[in-house]
């Protein structure tokens, strides 16, 4: 079956830094995303990862490692506005017809105390 | 560029009662998603469309709901009758034909709730 785990919430200290998770069990991969949500608004793209590795923007970087079906998200000088849900979402691959699901974690919601 | 576009951002309605909900993608993007999002269930997959034609509609609840594309720059998702646990925040996504990645771009959302 597909299945991906995030923890469902967290907590961080603005100034810190905290990593979410996200173990995935797919059938099959083409990359992983991480999305970002504020409370009543829509998702955000933040990254999108393919290959093993880490990959950097700004205070924000994401990991993959593929043979262990696992990525983090690593958020840097925490500030109070990165207090929101981030989501992580696995592609299919292609070769699956004209396949363009995303298979989606519940999110981890995210809280930045000062 | 405008962005995905939803209309209404809110609508209460009483059970029973038709619910169409309308969608703008980004201008040139070939697919078009329909998301509905619960604190239970997370964000799940309705139906997609590529270039207008339907590709997977396996998550649409039942036959009350329905969606069509008629063309590139419009869809609708219909509920009817509509009930109770239809309450949710219903989004709209585009992605264009891309090679390299599914990015997926979303609209505001509708937040419904059915008395």
């Known amino acids: 079956g597909q299945n991906i785990d995030q923890p469902t919430e967290m907590t961080a200290t603005e100034g810190a830094i905290v990593q979410i998770n996200c173990t995935y069990q797919t059938s099959g991969f083409n990359g992983l995303f991480w999305y970002q949500q504020h409370a009543g608004e829509a998702p955000t793209f933040l990254s999108y990862n393919v290959l093993d590795g880490l990959e950097e923007k700004g205070r924000f970087s994401s990991f993959l490692s593929r043979s262990k079906g696992y990525s983090y998200l690593l958020l840097k000088e925490l500030q109070m506005k990165d207090s929101a849900s981030y989501l992580c979402?696995?592609?299919?691959?292609?070769?699956?017809?004209?396949?363009?699901?995303?298979?989606w974690g519940l999110g981890t919601s995210l809280a930045v105390n000062p | 560029d405008a962005g995905v576009i939803q209309s209404p951002r809110h609508e209460v309605t009483e059970m029973g009662q038709e619910v169409t909900l309308r969608c703008k993608p980004i201008s040139g993007h070939d697919y078009l998603f329909w998301y509905r999002q619960t604190m239970m269930r997370g964000l799940e997959l309705l139906i997609y469309f590529n270039n207008n034609v339907p590709i997977d509609d396996s998550g649409m609840p039942e036959d009350r709901f329905s969606a069509k594309m008629p063309n590139a720059s419009f869809s609708t998702l219909k509920i009817q009758p509509s009930e109770p646990r239809d309450s949710a925040v219903y989004f709209c996504?585009?992605?264009?034909?891309?090679?390299?990645?599914?990015?997926?771009?979303f609209g505001p959302g509708t937040r419904l709730t059915v008395l």
């Open positions: 979402a696995v592609s299919e691959p292609r070769w699956a017809g004209n396949n363009r699901k995303l298979i």
């Open positions: 996504a585009s992605s264009p034909l891309d090679e390299f990645t599914d990015t997926q771009y």
